[in-house]
């Protein structure tokens, strides 16, 4: 959907946005992080993943987010200028200390090695400890698709999620994202939390004065929450609710396998232990990256050919009544992106304003 036809993710109610040029938003964005000591290239990273965000329709990790890291990094808990190193390298197998920086310098820096090598040999696992909240996981996962790679990044994150049948938030929501490259400049791209929601779609309900669609969350005694402020006082559900019925006892694996993976084996905090980006303490949050070369296994073309194959014959499968369309994984987020890219990124205007006073503080006016 493409040649001057618009394409948003969401319904945006345009009264309350402002829509910024992306390249204006992310320059903006990129100076704030210079302003706060970050080395330009890891300032243009951090915000090309911020702003990439709200370009595909994930609003809950774009810019919204920017006031997390300008806390941390102002709070000293957050290094502008980490020394990224390998701490131990094998030809396939790498982790890397990401020396508490902005979790999007070390994931795009632990991304590219896994590429890198990938290349060479066919697949690589890079983990990391030391790190940040790295934005969305899914843009690490696109990269190796760019790349015309497989790519898995999973990360884990404070602790907001019950286990099933605890009231306590132990878990992190724990994304997993997974791209494959399909046709030019479009892949599937599997991007989800591991709870029912995200912490930052907690916030743009918040900002927005409105309750909870659905039973999400719990509070101290187990009852359900409907506003934002009572679930992040009291627990995130995991993926599948409250219920083993609803299958919750599969999110709740899922977010265990993410800490074991991206935690645990990499030496960096876990479960209950992860810290917040915004500080006290330092988080020392933990990622886990793959790159698989499809090559290995088959030319590249009969790799994409089987992934249309497989993309083409579900989009035309016979629709449920409910349904107007058969999305893939990725596709709508794809088109989103291209409608921002000509018309403009849609900033709430808390969100626009926000940013901008964090600007003011520092000196820049460019929004």
Request: proline share 4%; glycine share 10%; aromatic share 8%.
């Amino acid at each position: 959907m493409s040649g001057g036809m618009n394409f948003e993710k969401v319904e945006i109610d345009e009264k309350n946005y402002i829509r910024v040029p992306a390249n204006k938003l992310k320059s903006f964005v990129k100076d704030i992080f210079v302003n706060l000591g970050v080395d330009e290239k890891g300032a243009n990273i951090t915000a090309d993943v911020l702003v990439d965000a709200d370009l595909k329709g994930i609003e809950s990790h774009g810019v919204q987010r920017l006031k997390r890291y300008v806390d941390g990094l102002k709070n000293g808990v957050v290094n502008p200028r980490p020394n990224i190193k390998v701490e131990s390298s094998l030809p396939s197998a790498l982790l890397v200390d990401g020396d508490f920086g902005l979790g999007q310098i070390a994931g795009h820096f632990s991304m590219n090695l896994a590429i890198e090598r990938a290349k060479k040999y066919g697949s690589c696992v890079v983990l990391v400890k030391n790190s940040n909240h790295f934005g969305i996981a899914g843009y690490y996962a696109e990269m190796a698709a760019k790349n015309d790679m497989i790519g898995i990044a999973m990360t884990n994150a404070r602790p907001l999620v019950a286990p099933t049948g605890s009231v306590e938030k132990l878990l992190g929501t724990n994304p997993i994202a997974f791209a494959a490259p399909y046709r030019e400049n479009m892949c599937f791209l599997l991007d989800m939390a591991t709870s029912i929601v995200t912490s930052g779609k907690m916030e743009v309900y918040r900002r927005k004065g409105k309750n909870l669609p659905a039973e999400w969350a719990i509070n101290s005694e187990g009852e359900f929450v409907y506003t934002p402020e009572e679930a992040l006082r009291g627990a995130l559900l995991p993926l599948g609710g409250l219920y083993e019925i609803t299958g919750g006892h599969k999110g709740y694996g899922l977010a265990m396998m993410v800490e074991i993976l991206s935690g645990i084996l990499s030496g960096a905090n876990f479960a209950w232990k992860v810290g917040n980006t915004q500080g006290p303490e330092k988080a020392n949050v933990g990622h886990f990256f793959i790159a698989i070369n499809p090559e290995v296994f088959m030319p590249l073309e009969e790799f994409k050919k089987r992934m249309e194959e497989l993309i083409e014959r579900i989009k035309k499968s016979k629709k449920h009544p409910k349904f107007k369309k058969i999305w893939f994984h990725g596709e709508r987020s794809q088109l989103t992106r291209e409608t921002r890219l000509r018309i403009g990124v849609p900033i709430y205007k808390k969100v626009y304003e926000e940013i901008k006073a964090i600007g003011r503080e520092l000196g820049l006016n460019g929004l």
